[in-house]
């Protein structure tokens, strides 16, 4: 039941990928598109509104995560709101870094996801001491919107890209269940969602270190 219950996680974050993959791509193909994200503040953050309360919902009404076809539906408004806030995000980045931070990214879950497979080491005990590094992820962000110093902006890109590879590895032990904790097989939605994020912020913080490395080597040269 368990191996059955993995293969569904994992098809549904395929599912939540192509749809993340087709929004991107349609961003950075369609110029008229592309303009209007990068132009249109509200639009970002009302799918930001959007994504937020699709996450928080469980911790109100778990229920809703359990249920077909609902979980389903919030399932596909949360992604199509995250693939929006991505795409417009991706549209600041070059081609190149973006194709570059695909392939390392393909690399690290990968890898990540052996690990947390094959290790002995139990991460699921380690929520806790994630959350805590999280919320000082979120606090230096909410600091640098207002003082934009360089070395805070180092610490949210290379500070979240360690906490998002740890992260993935406590979600995927959770969702295989060699832990202390794991996730439950009704909350398939909510494994789906956890793993989505970790992949697609370490994403995002990838393509930030090629940009920041790129823009660094042309300062030295």
Not at 76 to 87: N, Q
Not at 145 to 150: A, Q
Request: hydrophobic share 55%; net charge neutral; proline share 3%.
């Amino acid at each position: 039941m368990r191996n059955g219950f993995i293969c569904k996680v994992y098809g549904i974050i395929g599912y939540q990928i192509i749809l993340t993959s087709i929004v991107v791509i349609l961003a950075l193909l369609n110029k008229t598109l592309q303009s209007f994200m990068l132009h249109s503040i509200t639009t970002y953050y009302i799918c930001f509104l959007i994504s937020l309360v699709c996450v928080i919902l469980p911790l109100c009404a778990p229920e809703l995560y359990r249920t077909v076809p609902t979980n389903y539906i919030i399932l596909t408004i949360f992604t199509l709101s995250y693939s929006w806030i991505v795409a417009t995000i991706t549209c600041l980045y070059t081609p190149i870094s973006v194709i570059t931070a695909l392939f390392l990214t393909f690399i690290t879950v990968l890898t990540l996801t052996i690990y947390a497979w094959k290790t002995k080491s139990d991460f699921t005990v380690c929520g806790g001491t994630l959350f805590v590094a999280l919320v000082l992820l979120i606090f230096c962000s909410i600091i640098y919107i207002f003082i934009p110093i360089p070395f805070l902006d180092l610490v949210i890109t290379y500070g979240g890209l360690i906490i998002f590879c740890i992260y993935l590895i406590y979600d995927t032990q959770l969702l295989i269940g060699s832990g202390k904790f794991s996730f439950s097989e009704d909350d398939y939605i909510l494994a789906a969602i956890n793993i989505y994020l970790d992949i697609i912020i370490l994403f995002l913080k990838i393509d930030s270190m090629i940009t920041k490395c790129r823009a660094l080597w042309i300062i030295i040269k």
